[in-house]
């Protein structure tokens, strides 16, 4: 049962959960084979560890395949407007602090149209969890470019090829201040609910971008972090504090590639352990202040083959929480001034009287 | 040069005319030759930076704790600083005082103060004849009049002997009286429209303790600064009091027959309704969270209420229009009082949120403070152009009732009101206000906590509902069967665990339905919750009971309206008078007023909104009267206006 500050104020569960607690009765409607219903599972079944009142957890999306998600969650819950789930969110949160309050969002959604309000809740850091489906397609509308779609892209609504610069939703986020930012993939559901552990902690917001795959539209876009051919040099998985080692196992049992950083330029890249020794691979710091590092790694993955993507806590550091100062800032309004006095407020200070 | 100083004002006009008594020697000070006037309009007028809306609302200030009924009317450019000494820069503000009950800021000024050569030729048409000119000699350099095309001075050509001008050189007056203060030339000159304000202060036998206690405390952590001001001040008045230039004062008793007994203060549109929306938090003990996006002549509600954390209310300036009204209806979700402030352009951008609060049946308060549009339109000036975009301005059939205050204190009693319909209806309401009734002030009788409104609401905290095979549930759609409002079931209340949004709801169960038949009955009854809301009867003004024409408004057009038809009456004309506060629904027996009068005459302050409206529900011949200048009616005209519709064929048809 997690204990903390982000946490502190919602209330807890007064028996033991299962994640038959978290499903709703409605039918789930996704194609099937789409890898929202793996997040659905994983999410499900990770909330009992949670052990918050079930009344106090609250489920806002927008639009898009993955904004249904509400609907599965018997929980309270908003399926809004497109994009503007972290704006409704966060008047959410900031006005009832006894909630954990969760986003489910889209690429298109979070990303395009949404995106003003992305970058600024993660500025603000509400107490918000903002899960990210990033498929780099539209499904909904049935398959145009999204934001996160690769330049060259064959869409219905680009059949020469997308002529657009994706966004990366990881760098997006860490240039936005955000002070925790995570990548997990739809199909490890021990890894995504390791994040989720980490995100639900987190006094603040918290992005997940979740690779999640649109089987009809863009079927296999993370192919290459799922095959196990392909994944072992493909996936770079992030621990706190650990050398970043992936690739085929070295005599160290670790992976036999690591992140290096250039002394000069303070560019990261990926080198042979053998070649360059275990001493100049990258300790991982999550929790450090500095930026730099957390979007250095965020820039190492290939935007077209994803080819060295790195995967789990890139951020995670303590930054005020808008929402607890929002209600300090009302406490110490009271201290300073009183309980509000409506009758003293109509009357302010010039009045006149007629008899 | 003139120095006719002891002329009479006579600038009085039909509906509210001008009594001169000369009193002498009766006054204990100023000392001199003291006149009565039962009303006065004064306009200050000057460059954008001159501090002029300051001038004009310490002048209020003191007026109102005089006891006068008053109306005011600042007019400011949308430019922080436009170029000095140009047309476009000219700032003013007018106000209308008097010994007895007045609608409007006047409409036109009995004297003006101008500080420069643009704001004498801005607002020199504006002027009766016989109108008291005091002008700022010092500031009318060749250059300065040549920037307003002006070859000789008006002061010296003779072009002006229709007024009586009092030229003053304030600024050089100024400098010598703060020539021991230590400050520069330039800061002590800013003080210069203290001192007209000392004089005018003089002239019209304003107290003036409170104008000295504001400017310490104004300028309390430059006291320099606030000593130097103090002293503009004080020299000012003394100057009138010394000068021949300035041979007569005026006195204006306190309007003590126009007011009900009571404490008052005065008070402008936006303060009143951030009051209102204070106490409407109070009466429904809900926190108040306002998500607000700066806009133009909205943002001072943001700000006022940014100063009231202690009374738990919650304000978010957010990245803008859309999430500002987002992060309200999320706070609505949770149970709070929710409001988002704005003008018209950020009603437009709010509009697909305003949908999804009609579908998710929340309360939610738009406040549109209007201004002239479209688009970017005349920020700082007002407009009545949004009714149709409150009425109409969504995708699908998404009513939204309307409500619409009449003055600047009436502002809160509004913001009770629209409150009072959000909260028992769940839906979002409209509150049209204006940036006339925003920025203008007047006398406010402040109410005893007893007499506002219980506002208390009751959360779902159970199921609703039991299935065929005897469950409990709860159905967020299932209905108040006298309101038609669903249930308000917030987050934490354990067993009510529901998902709502804007996708089509099945009736009831609140589960998605695209089933025709559903959806049809859904729009029928979210409109019919709407119509249902229980207005009061609009009231009638029709004192002889036998007007064959009906003048009907909205909003702010109040004040002008009653100056008109007071005008109208006088002068021996039958005309009857009615208001809407409410715009949707429609109050019950409007239909009925309407058909009791021979003609309907609508002026507003747009094309003819609220008379289409009328038109198209109504069937009746609703003949509008309208101005769009960016600035509120005159009495007279509109006395002329209502007029000639009151004389077409008169003999025919009455
Ligand atoms: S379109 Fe794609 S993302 Fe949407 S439900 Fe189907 S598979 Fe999932």
């Given at each position: 049962?997690?204990?903390?500050?982000?946490?502190?104020?919602?209330?807890k569960a007064?028996?033991?959960?299962?994640?038959?607690?978290?499903?709703?009765?409605?039918?789930?409607?996704?194609?099937?084979?789409?890898?929202?219903?793996?997040v659905?599972?994983?999410?499900q079944?990770?909330?009992?560890e949670?052990?918050?009142?079930?009344?106090?957890?609250?489920f806002?999306s927008?639009?898009?395949?993955?904004s249904?998600?509400?609907?599965y969650?018997?929980?309270?819950?908003?399926h809004s407007?497109?994009?503007?789930?972290?704006a409704?969110?966060?008047?959410?949160?900031?006005?009832r602090?006894d909630?954990?309050?969760w986003?489910?969002?889209?690429?298109?959604?979070?990303?395009?149209?949404?995106?003003?309000?992305?970058?600024?809740?993660?500025?603000?850091?509400v107490n918000?969890?903002?899960?990210?489906?990033?498929?780099?397609?539209?499904?909904?509308?049935?398959?145009?470019y999204?934001?996160?779609?690769?330049?060259?892209?064959?869409?219905?609504s680009?059949?020469?090829?997308?002529l657009?610069a994706?966004?990366n939703?990881?760098?997006?986020a860490?240039?936005?201040e955000?002070?925790?930012?995570?990548?997990t993939?739809?199909s490890?559901?021990?890894?995504?609910?390791?994040v989720?552990?980490?995100?639900a902690?987190h006094?603040?917001?918290?992005?997940?971008?979740?690779?999640?795959?649109?089987?009809?539209?863009?079927?296999g876009?993370?192919?290459?972090?799922?095959?196990?051919?392909?994944?072992?040099?493909?996936?770079?998985?992030?621990?706190?504090g650990?050398p970043?080692r992936?690739?085929a196992p070295a005599?160290?049992?670790l992976?036999?590639?690591g992140v290096?950083?250039?002394?000069?330029?303070?560019?990261l890249?990926?080198?042979?352990?053998?070649?360059?020794?275990?001493d100049?691979?990258?300790?991982?710091?999550a929790?450090?202040?500095n930026?730099?590092?957390?979007f250095?790694?965020?820039?190492?993955?290939?935007?077209?083959?994803?080819h060295?993507?790195?995967?789990?806590?890139?951020?995670?550091?303590?930054?005020p929480?808008?929402?607890?100062?929002m209600a300090?800032?009302?406490?110490?309004?009271?201290?300073?001034?009183?309980?509000?006095?409506?009758?003293?407020l109509?009357?302010?200070?010039?009045?006149?009287?007629?008899p | 040069?003139?120095?006719?100083?002891?002329s009479?004002i006579?600038?009085?006009?039909?509906?509210?005319?001008?009594v001169?008594?000369?009193v002498?020697g009766?006054?204990?000070k100023?000392?001199?030759?003291?006149r009565?006037?039962?009303?006065?309009?004064i306009r200050?007028?000057?460059?954008s930076g001159?501090?002029?809306?300051l001038?004009?609302?310490?002048?209020?200030?003191e007026?109102?704790?005089f006891?006068n009924?008053?109306?005011?009317?600042?007019?400011?450019?949308?430019?922080?600083r436009?170029p000095a000494?140009?047309?476009?820069?000219?700032?003013?503000?007018?106000?209308?005082?008097?010994d007895?009950d007045?609608l409007?800021p006047?409409?036109?000024?009995?004297?003006?103060v101008a500080?420069?050569?643009?704001a004498?030729?801005a607002?020199l048409?504006d002027?009766?004849?016989?109108?008291?000119?005091i002008?700022?000699?010092?500031?009318?350099t060749?250059?300065?009049?040549?920037?307003?095309g002006?070859a000789a001075?008006p002061l010296?050509?003779?072009?002006?002997?229709?007024?009586?001008?009092?030229?003053?050189p304030?600024t050089?007056?100024t400098?010598?009286?703060?020539k021991?203060?230590?400050?520069?030339?330039?800061?002590?000159?800013?003080?210069?429209?203290?001192?007209?304000?000392g004089?005018l202060?003089?002239?019209?036998?304003?107290?003036?303790?409170n104008?000295?206690?504001?400017?310490?405390?104004k300028?309390?952590?430059k006291?320099?600064?606030?000593a130097?001001?103090v002293a503009?001040?004080?020299?000012g008045?003394?100057?009138?009091?010394?000068?021949e230039?300035?041979?007569?004062?005026?006195?204006?008793?306190?309007?003590?027959?126009?007011f009900?007994?009571?404490t008052?203060?005065n008070?402008?549109?936006n303060?009143?309704l951030?009051?209102?929306?204070?106490?409407?938090?109070?009466?429904a003990?809900?926190?108040?969270?306002?998500?607000?996006?700066?806009i133009?002549?909205?943002?001072?509600?943001?700000h006022?209420?940014?100063r009231?954390?202690?009374?738990?209310?919650?304000?978010?300036?957010?990245e803008?229009?859309i999430?500002?009204?987002?992060?309200?209806?999320?706070?609505?979700?949770?149970?709070?009082?929710?409001?988002t402030?704005?003008?018209g352009?950020?009603?437009?951008?709010?509009?697909?949120?305003i949908g999804?609060?009609?579908?998710?049946?929340?309360?939610?308060?738009?406040?549109?403070?209007?201004?002239?549009?479209?688009?970017?339109?005349?920020?700082?000036?007002t407009e009545?152009a949004?009714l149709?975009?409150?009425?109409?301005?969504?995708?699908?059939?998404?009513?939204?009732?309307v409500?619409?205050p009449?003055?600047?204190?009436?502002?809160?009693?509004?913001a009770l009101?629209?409150?009072?319909i959000?909260?028992?209806?769940?839906?979002?309401?409209?509150?049209?206000?204006?940036?006339?009734?925003?920025?203008?002030?007047?006398?406010?009788?402040?109410?005893?906590?007893?007499?506002?409104?219980?506002?208390r609401?009751?959360?779902?905290s159970?199921?609703n509902?039991?299935?065929?095979?005897?469950?409990?549930?709860?159905?967020?759609?299932?209905?108040?069967?006298?309101?038609?409002?669903?249930?308000w079931a917030?987050?934490?209340?354990?067993?009510?665990?529901?998902?709502?949004g804007?996708i089509?709801?099945?009736?009831?169960?609140?589960?998605?339905?695209?089933?025709?038949?559903?959806?049809d009955?859904?729009?029928?009854?979210?409109?019919?919750?709407?119509?249902g809301?229980?207005?009061?009867?609009?009231?009638?003004d029709?004192?002889s009971?036998t007007?064959?024409?009906?003048?009907?408004?909205?909003?702010s057009?109040y004040?002008?309206?009653?100056a008109?038809v007071?005008?109208?009456?006088?002068?021996?004309?039958?005309?009857?008078?009615?208001?809407?506060r409410h715009?949707?629904?429609?109050?019950?027996?409007?239909?009925?007023v309407?058909k009791a009068?021979d003609?309907?005459?609508?002026?507003?302050?747009?094309?003819?909104?609220?008379?289409?409206?009328?038109r198209?529900k109504?069937?009746?011949?609703?003949?509008?009267f309208?101005q769009?200048?960016?600035?509120?009616?005159?009495?007279e005209?509109?006395?002329?206006?209502?007029?000639?519709?009151?004389?077409e064929?008169a003999?025919?048809?009455?």
């Open positions: 049962m997690s204990t903390s500050e982000a946490l502190s104020l919602v209330p007064a028996g033991k959960q299962t994640m038959k607690d978290f499903k709703s009765d409605q039918e789930v409607r996704w194609c099937p084979g789409c890898g929202d219903y793996a659905l599972a994983a999410v079944s990770f909330m009992p949670l052990g918050l009142a079930r009344e106090n957890v609250v806002v927008g639009i898009g395949c993955s249904r998600f509400p609907y969650m018997n929980t309270y819950g908003m407007i497109h994009g503007r789930a972290p409704i969110a966060t008047g959410l949160a900031t006005s602090r909630l954990s309050v986003v489910v969002t889209g690429d298109g959604d979070a990303l395009s149209i949404g995106g003003n309000h992305l970058i600024h809740a993660l500025r603000r850091n918000l969890k903002i899960l990210l489906f990033n498929n780099r397609i539209y499904g909904l509308t049935k398959g145009q999204s934001p996160t779609s690769e330049t060259g892209k064959i869409t219905k680009t059949p020469m090829g997308s657009e994706p966004f939703p990881v760098s997006l860490i240039g936005a955000a002070s925790f930012v995570a990548r993939i739809d490890d559901r021990k890894h995504l609910q390791s989720l552990r980490a995100a902690d006094p603040g917001t918290a992005l997940v971008e979740i690779y999640q795959n649109c089987n009809i539209f863009n079927d876009a993370f192919e290459a972090l799922k095959d196990s051919a392909t994944a072992q040099e493909a996936v770079i998985r992030l621990e706190h650990e970043i992936f690739g005599e160290d049992g992976g036999s590639k290096v950083r250039d002394p000069a330029t303070g560019e890249s990926v080198a042979d352990v053998a070649e360059v020794g275990t100049r691979v990258l300790v991982h710091d929790h450090t202040p930026p730099a590092a957390a250095a790694l965020s820039r190492l993955a290939d935007p077209d083959t994803l060295h993507t790195p995967i789990g806590v890139l951020r995670n550091v303590a930054r929480v808008y929402d607890t100062d300090d800032q009302l406490d110490r309004a009271v201290s300073l001034h009183g309980e509000g006095d409506l009758a003293g109509l009357s302010g200070t010039d009045t006149w009287t007629v | 040069m003139t120095s006719q100083v002891s009479p006579t600038a009085g006009t039909a509906d509210e005319p001008h001169v008594v000369d002498l009766e006054q204990r100023p000392a001199k030759e003291t009565q006037l039962d009303r006065v309009i200050f007028a000057g460059d001159d501090g002029m809306q001038t004009g609302d310490r002048f209020t200030s007026t109102a704790s006891g009924d008053l109306s005011t009317l600042p007019n400011f450019p949308a430019e922080i436009a000494g140009t047309l476009p820069g000219v700032s003013s503000f007018q106000l209308h005082f008097a007895h007045i409007t006047g409409d036109a000024p009995n004297v003006l500080m420069n050569p643009a004498l030729k607002n048409g002027l009766p004849r016989g109108a008291e000119i002008v700022d000699t010092d500031e009318f060749k250059r300065a009049m040549a920037k307003v002006w001075s010296e050509d003779g072009s002006l002997g229709a007024f009586a001008v009092h030229p003053v304030l050089t007056l400098l010598e009286a703060l021991d203060s230590g400050l520069a030339r330039k800061d002590a000159e800013r003080a210069k429209n203290m001192f007209a304000l004089l202060s003089w002239m019209y036998h304003r107290p003036t303790e104008t000295e206690a504001f400017l310490l405390r300028f309390a952590k006291p320099d600064i606030a130097a001001n503009a001040f004080r020299a008045w003394n100057f009138g009091e010394t000068t230039d300035f041979a007569v004062s005026y006195e204006v008793a306190p309007a003590s027959a126009a009900p007994k009571g008052y203060r008070i402008s549109g303060l009143a951030s009051y209102g929306l204070i106490a409407a938090s109070k009466q003990q809900l926190p108040l969270f306002l998500g607000s996006y700066p133009t002549p909205a943002s001072d509600i943001l006022e209420l940014s009231h954390k202690n009374f738990g209310v919650r304000t978010f300036q957010a803008d229009e999430a500002a009204i987002g992060a309200a209806l999320g706070a609505s979700f949770g149970g709070a009082l929710a409001v402030t704005t003008s352009p950020g009603v437009a951008l709010k509009s697909e949120t999804l609060a009609v579908s998710l049946e929340l309360p939610l308060l738009v406040v549109d403070i209007q201004r002239g549009g479209p688009s970017t339109g005349l920020p700082t000036k009545q949004d149709l975009q409150a009425m109409y301005g969504r995708n699908g059939e998404a009513p939204v009732p409500v619409a009449a003055t600047a204190a009436d502002c809160f009693t509004a009101e629209a409150a009072r959000a909260l028992t209806y769940r839906t979002p309401v409209f509150l049209l206000s204006d940036g006339y009734l925003a920025n203008g002030s007047e006398p406010w009788r402040i109410p005893q906590l007893d007499e506002l409104p219980d506002l609401v009751e959360f779902a159970g199921p509902h039991t299935d065929a095979d005897g469950t409990e549930t709860f159905w967020p759609y299932l209905r108040d069967p006298q309101t038609l409002a669903r249930p917030v987050p934490g209340t354990p067993g009510l665990e529901h998902r709502i804007g089509e709801k099945q009736d009831g169960t609140g589960n998605i339905s695209y089933d025709p038949a559903n959806h009955l859904m729009v029928r009854t979210r409109q019919a919750k709407v119509d809301i229980a207005v009061p009867d609009i009231e009638v029709d004192p009971g007007a064959r024409t009906l003048v009907l408004g909205w909003g057009t004040g002008p309206i009653t008109a007071r005008r109208i009456r006088r002068e021996g004309g039958q005309v009857a008078q009615a208001h809407l715009l949707n629904p429609f109050p019950g027996n409007l239909g009925q309407l009068y003609r309907v005459v609508v002026p507003e302050m747009n094309l003819g909104q609220l008379a289409h409206l009328l198209a109504y069937l009746v011949d609703a003949r509008s309208t769009v200048t960016g600035l509120p009616f005159k009495a005209q509109l006395a002329a206006a209502v007029t000639a519709i009151m004389e064929n003999d025919v048809d009455v």
